[in-house]
């Protein structure tokens, strides 16, 4: 394995702060670019695309089955030719596909070309999903951080909620003149993210591998071997994913009906309004990275905090469609949506515990395989009884399927072992204390930490 002379060089002497904030204004950009189309996507493709609202869904569907069907290819993409190409290519087909979804109605397009364009801005997604978190860990790991990871990808997330708060109220504003001027906007941010991921990401902890291109097929297929090797057929990996495939087959879904879903409530057809809830939306998982950065600095179990997000998420989203207000429906969705900003990272840190830095980015992209799947199943199942009920019976819906997270949660908590501790303040003598000790006293003690992690922390404050 070679690591490539360009990527070697910026590595030296890089902080685990710089890395950071590196991952900070990735996160920040590329959601901002994101954002300014969220809150008004669905409106745009009934109002300026002309299609159903069962187009609309089924679009979103495809979107997302092309992010599953490219999941893994992109993901052995990172692992292969590095984080960094990998963010680069991102950007790029995201920027191509953006410009062909405002084309497309210019052009007289419908349905089908919609359908083309998501598939697209699939593909783009792919190649940024598990390959920017992958970077961060082996960079933070390499610089010799001990941090715990929950913490920085809560920051990171909380980093991506202002940027979506940001991009949410002018993407409403924008749209409120013209529906295809987030668009146009999101597209010159998405230039600004390639320079940024140019000139200030590089392939740290990580052997960038260079193969001649008879070997590349066989390379991909061995290291996609071994992603399914540490990734499905690993325990403690396969529940975290199927954890995080059960909110998935609504989060999204969703997320898109929420739009004319509350319009309906409310009562109003003023498209700015969708700008600001969109921005409520926002500061409500920032509340919820919030609370993860607060809990993770004292000793306790992810699993507490997985089933607590997991519970809360699935009884709020049940009321959104039996709410039979605007206040109401809209109070229930942000408390949801602020559990989800607990689940997301906490569930992300335990992943990232259990699966070896040579695979990271594949099963990152096998879980969010596993994640999409689940989410086009969803999309086009809740948006068929949406379609043939009401909005509010696929909350409902919904809701009950994303309960189906609790039992894996269950089952890793059974399991214990370290990848459920939370590594904070706790007292001297107790398990998590223990794995704070330098790295050489803390490997020798790996042993007995093993014995009591299943066990309830005797001493200091807990994370719940």
């Not at 591998?209 to 008879?214: Q, V």
Request: proline share 3%; glycine share 10%; net charge positive.
């Amino acid at each position: 394995m070679t690591t490539s002379s360009s990527d070697a060089l910026p590595a030296v002497g890089r902080s685990s702060s710089q890395i950071a904030r590196t991952y900070y204004v990735i996160a920040g950009v590329y959601t901002l670019s994101a954002s300014l189309i969220w809150g008004v996507n669905t409106i745009f493709l009934l109002r300026s695309g002309h299609l159903t609202l069962l187009e609309v869904f089924t679009a979103n569907a495809i979107f997302t089955g092309s992010m599953a069907v490219f999941e893994v290819p992109t993901g052995i993409v990172a692992d292969t030719r590095g984080r960094r190409f990998s963010f680069l290519c991102s950007v790029a087909v995201l920027l191509i596909g953006t410009l062909a979804y405002v084309g497309v109605p210019a052009l007289g397009g419908r349905f089908v070309a919609f359908c083309v364009a998501s598939v697209v801005l699939g593909l783009g997604y792919t190649f940024y999903s598990g390959a920017v978190e992958a970077w961060l860990v082996d960079a933070l790991k390499a610089s010799g951080d001990r941090e715990p990871v929950d913490r920085v990808l809560a920051r990171g997330q909380l980093v991506s909620s202002a940027a979506m708060l940001v991009g949410a109220v002018a993407g409403g504003l924008l749209a409120s003149w013209s529906l295809a001027a987030p668009y146009l906007v999101r597209s010159a941010l998405l230039l600004i993210a390639f320079v940024v991921g140019y000139v200030a990401m590089h392939d740290i902890g990580f052997d960038v591998r260079a193969f001649p291109m008879r070997e590349v097929g066989a390379e991909m297929a061995r290291i996609g071997r071994q992603s399914i090797r540490f990734g499905w057929n690993e325990r403690r990996a396969q529940l975290a994913i199927l954890a995080g495939a059960a909110p998935a087959v609504f989060l999204e879904w969703g997320y898109h009906a929420w739009q004319p879903y509350f319009l309906q409530l409310v009562g109003s057809g003023a498209i700015w309004i969708l700008g600001w809830i969109a921005a409520a939306i926002a500061v409500a998982m920032m509340l919820g990275n919030w609370l993860v950065e607060r809990m993770t600095q004292f000793c306790g179990k992810r699993s507490t905090l997985l089933l607590g997000a997991g519970a809360v998420y699935a009884a709020t989203a049940i009321g959104v469609g039996v709410a039979n207000s605007f206040a109401l429906a809209l109070s229930l969705y942000l408390i949801g949506m602020m559990s989800a900003g607990v689940f997301q990272p906490v569930r992300q840190a335990y992943l990232h515990q259990v699966v070896p830095s040579e695979q990271r980015a594949t099963v990152l992209s096998l879980a969010s395989l596993v994640s999409s799947t689940g989410s086009m199943l969803g999309q086009g199942g809740l948006g068929w009884v949406a379609a043939r009920t009401s909005l509010a019976t696929g909350y409902v819906v919904g809701g009950a399927l994303t309960a189906l997270a609790i039992p894996p949660v269950l089952a890793i908590r059974r399991l214990g072992g370290v990848a459920d501790l939370i590594l904070g303040k706790a007292g001297r003598y107790t398990a998590c204390a223990t794995l704070a000790l330098p790295e050489g006293v803390a490997v020798s003690a790996q042993r007995d930490v093993e014995v009591v992690a299943s066990k309830p922390i005797e001493r200091g404050p807990q994370a719940a």
